[in-house]
């Protein structure tokens, strides 16, 4: 009796223990899947182990978008989530823990409801329907491919037949940037990006840029993304910019180099932190030098609301990865009574989203900024201690001085259908502004003040699904004259300059192994806000906003 008593003790133990072994040491998931800020019924969930061999578990949400996975094995786990009318979303590493529950807000979007999950580089083993090359964000203004090493689509067709793409090439003629002593590109340039898996979210970016003739300048600028991975709480990026000019072929080199690391960190459920700083050096003659912090915090308040709190922000840089981007944006230095100076701009804000349904959405804000050697572009013959002039053409920056300002904005964004979207901004801020209608060279500095401006402005931007052309068109009306542009943040936030700007993309047919866009960008088309300034040589033009024309090819390879 004692020995069947004991075979049977034997028996159970060996039957049931691995099974109570995994209660012990396992774990489980559970999450919500939503889609412009809407819980989404029916979302497939598919869970795989990424370290060792093993079946996926299909999962769909219920009515709340909720979904909740049995028990699994400690371990790393890729999500993939899809529903009918959105973007996939790809999380190529997500922990589970032993008798730990893992919580997930896996958010989809279209092509125009997260620029951010657009450029997140899709992982081996996506669908064929997982797009792999965007219409960048507006307010970039470059735009036009994203490479990843898949497939390549356009809108949402997928193209048989394309190659593994890692990087582009784009001659262009034209530059959209006012000249300055770090772009002196008026007639033309060629630049290069080269992107680079290094798997498990990892990525190398390498960009390049030539001019040619009057245009002495070239830079390059590498960006490493870093995925999270054991033990790390975000996303990381880390670029490192040089630029180069010369100002004349008997005239002074500029050089500078950048610094800039961007930390993302989730904070429990609710939150997400942006954290890091920047550094730039440059010399022209003498050296400047500037640093400062950059923190973005995102708090989810209420369903539907999201608080956002912004300081020390670059306008122009903080939502891009791309270099090329990074290269076409470094600061203006200026000439400060004999020496050289960067603008030590300050950016902070508070703004408030709200989701109005599924395809609206409204953000106010109350922003303080402050500029202590603000740059304004001019031509002409304007000699002056705090100009720095171009000697192949009359262009020119002037040291504008400081500026203080709080001002306020409210931005209305709707999805008007799959391929078009329109945003709406009314923003009240101060601009450094002519204080009389007769400026000259001699009274300039005393007659430069600040004033407050009111703007409204509009854009509308999509793709026509036929032929696959992209189109950006925006206009922002000032109600006075400026010398500065106003708000530059909620300007490049919603990519909305003063005055007329229209960008066009249009893919060509493929030829060989490369994939061929043209693009063409005009921007201030109408040459609007222009400020007369009466000099002893003649006469010049203080530009706000200069008309400018950029065109050409973009090359994927």
């Not at 958010?107 to 090359?133: A, V």
């Not at 903080?318 to 270099?323: E, H």
């Not at 904005?409 to 209608?437: E, F, M, Q």
């Amino acid at each position: 009796m004692r020995y069947r008593t004991l075979l049977l003790t034997f028996l159970i133990t060996v039957t049931f223990a691995p099974a109570a072994h995994a209660a012990l040491t396992g774990g489980r998931m559970e999450g919500v899947v939503v889609a412009e800020r809407t819980p989404q019924l029916g979302a497939i969930v598919i869970v795989t182990p990424v370290e060792r061999a093993g079946s996926p578990l299909r999962l769909v949400t219920d009515a709340r978008g909720m979904f909740a996975s049995t028990t699994l094995l400690p371990g790393l786990y890729s999500i993939r989530v899809r529903a009918a009318g959105f973007l996939p979303a790809f999380q190529p590493r997500v922990r589970v823990s032993e008798n730990h529950l893992t919580l997930l807000r896996i958010e989809l979007g279209s092509l125009f409801s997260s620029i951010e999950q657009l450029r997140h580089d899709p992982r081996p083993g996506q669908d064929p329907e997982e797009w792999t090359w965007v219409l960048r964000s507006a307010s970039a203004t470059r735009p036009v491919l994203r490479y990843a090493g898949g497939k390549v689509t356009s809108g949402d067709q997928t193209e048989s037949g394309a190659r593994t793409a890692h990087g582009r090439a784009e001659i262009t003629a034209g530059s959209l940037s006012a000249w300055s002593p770090a772009n002196t590109q008026p007639l033309g340039s060629t630049s290069f990006l080269y992107d680079q898996d290094f798997g498990e979210g990892n990525r190398l970016l390498l960009a390049g840029l030539v001019g040619y003739e009057h245009s002495p300048s070239s830079g390059v600028a590498a960006t490493w993304i870093r995925s999270a991975g054991d033990g790390a709480d975000g996303n990381s990026s880390t670029t490192i910019i040089f630029r180069q000019s010369q100002l004349g072929p008997n005239g002074p080199s500029f050089h500078g180099v950048e610094i800039r690391s961007i930390q993302k960190m989730q904070i429990g459920d609710r939150a997400e932190l942006d954290y890091g700083g920047e550094y730039i050096i440059a010399s022209l003659g003498g050296t400047a030098s500037m640093a400062r912090p950059d923190v973005k915090l995102r708090v989810k308040a209420a369903p539907g609301w999201t608080t956002s709190f912004l300081v020390g922000s670059d306008p122009d840089q903080r939502n891009s990865n791309d270099p090329l981007d990074a290269l076409n944006a470094f600061i203006t230095p200026v000439e400060a009574q004999g020496r050289l100076a960067l603008d030590h701009a300050w950016h902070e804000e508070v703004s408030v989203d709200h989701g109005l349904g599924p395809k609206a959405s409204v953000t106010a804000a109350v922003f303080h900024d402050t500029e202590t050697h603000a740059p304004i572009f001019g031509r002409g013959p304007l000699l002056d201690y705090n100009t720095i002039a171009d000697p192949y053409s009359d262009s020119f920056v002037y040291n504008g001085g400081g500026l203080a300002n709080w001002g306020a904005r409210v931005g209305y964004n709707r999805k008007l259908s799959t391929h078009w979207l329109a945003a709406v901004i009314y923003d009240s801020s101060r601009a450094l502004a002519p204080g009389s209608n007769e400026l000259t060279a001699e009274s300039l500095r005393s007659l430069i003040v600040a004033e407050r401006r009111d703007l409204v402005g509009g854009q509308i931007r999509g793709s026509i699904e036929r032929t696959g052309t992209e189109v950006s068109a925006s206009y922002e009306w000032v109600n006075g004259p400026i010398l500065t542009r106003p708000d530059p943040y909620g300007a490049s936030l919603y990519g909305i300059d003063p005055y007329l700007n229209v960008s066009v993309r249009q893919p060509l047919p493929n030829f060989l192994c490369c994939r061929i866009v043209a693009l063409i960008d005009v921007r201030n088309l109408l040459a609007q806000g222009y400020v007369s300034l009466d000099t002893a040589d003649g006469r010049a033009i203080l530009i706000p906003a200069a008309r400018t024309i950029r065109g050409g090819f973009a090359v994927q390879f």
